[in-house]
């Protein structure tokens, strides 16, 4: 069976680097495997973009599921440390989808993007067969700045020190906790626990507090493939030496409870929510003081330093490849279909 998830660095290299149209002057950050956006130098105007595939979970409720969709977006840009200001979105949607409940997912999103000052300049809706909630669109977020201020992908330098925020499979808990609370044998404490990850999701403001407080040299958000994934491809991009403590990282509540009874590790599980930041060793305690302020845990896990790879407890790590989450989805949902078939 054919991985689920992104494609490998491997496939990538072979098969989408060598194809990138035509060569422009104007892009100074161009598509590489692991990194999170791209960017146009306009005669000194930084135009950062990424595009992501939309999915809608009705089972969050259309608007929790519309600001949970538009914040998977829009993290790619953020850590890039400039606020994300434009956004264009497209919606495949499936023909079952109501008037009404598309009115409110859509109410969601035009409400956050007001809040963090994003304009909706251009996009396309419709319904169509064969479409269902897994993926229905998707959209390309935006921010323009001075691109002095950028935060490149590959910026990480001997000398800075790691960085990690809320921890491992942050997404993975909350998510799944969240969409499937019957399937899981764990205590009403833990599970809510659990469930109130899915809240933590969103990585817009720390990304942009973080590069205001100083010098941060990358950040990443840790998606698919984890945590491990997220530090792998920050030290591949930069070509250096990550150096990292596991029992410095912050490991929030439910996470551990959650992933063992699925029987997935938490280091490679999707962690939408989580940043990995390299951040200058005269910074470091800006930084922390600053997302402190905000409640968002946060610890020094490593130091980078010459040489190549992440070595995790004194063990070179290599790349998980295909992230665990996505095969827990998939057997919790047919749990759910099943059991949805004997009911009726």
Known sequence: ?????????????????????????????????????????????????????????????????????????????????????????SFTLPPEITDEQFAELWSAIDEECRELGIGIVTGHTARYGGVDYSWVGGATAMAVGDPD????????????????????????????????????????????????RLDETRTV???????????????????EGGLFGALDEVAEGAGVRLDVDTDAV????????????????PWLSTSSGTLVLTVGADGVDDVLAELDARETPVAVVGEVSEGEGVYVDGDLLEHPGVDPSWEAYERLAANDAAANDTAD
């Open 1 to 89: 069976m054919t991985d689920l998830g992104k494609v490998d660095r491997a496939f990538f290299d072979e098969h989408i680097y060598p194809k990138l149209g035509a060569d422009r002057d104007d892009v100074a950050v161009g598509p590489k495997h692991g990194v999170d956006f791209g960017m146009l130098d306009l005669d000194g105007t930084a135009l950062v973009m990424a595009t992501d595939p939309l999915s809608v979970l009705p089972r969050l409720g259309f608007d929790r599921a519309g600001r949970f969709a538009l914040h998977v977006v829009l993290s790619d840009v953020a850590v890039s440390g400039l606020l994300p200001t434009h956004l264009a979105v």
């Open 149 to 196: 201020d950028v935060v490149r992908p590959d910026g990480a330098r001997p000398g800075d020190v790691v960085l990690v925020t809320k921890g491992p499979a942050v997404e993975a808990t909350g998510l799944l906790t969240t969409l499937f609370p019957d399937q899981f044998d764990l205590d009403d404490e833990t599970l809510a626990a659990a469930q109130s």
């Open 250 to 265: 912050p490991i929030r509540p439910g996470v551990r409870e959650t992933c063992e009874f699925l029987g997935i590790d």
């Open 205 to 223: 403001r720390d990304a942009v507090t973080a590069a205001a407080a100083g010098p941060v040299t990358a950040m990443h958000d840790a998606t």
